[in-house]
């Protein structure tokens, strides 16, 4: 069962016509609506690159990523 609906002073309303018994657990999936390219042009000047990410920045994550998650990279392959 699906129903969709705004959230407003996180609550969510549920549009008109959609209904959901009282006491119904829920999972809320946030869809975000595509930017204008106006809106996305907005955004990108609102937010510029101030350090430029490179290869050695994009290694040392992804070392630190392997090394947090050991047990997961590590396990052996199932017979």
Do not use: C, H, Y
Request: no cysteine; charged share 40%; net charge negative.
């Amino acid at each position: 069962m699906t129903a969709k609906g705004t959230v407003k002073g996180n609550i969510v309303v549920l549009d008109e016509g959609e209904k959901l018994p009282d006491g119904a657990r829920v999972e809320v999936r946030v869809i975000e609506e595509p930017l204008s390219a106006e809106e996305a042009i907005k955004r990108i000047l609102n937010n510029p690159i101030t350090k430029p990410l490179g290869m050695l920045e994009l290694l040392r994550e992804d070392r630190k990523e392997r090394e947090e998650r050991f047990d997961q990279w590590m396990k052996p392959e199932p017979d």
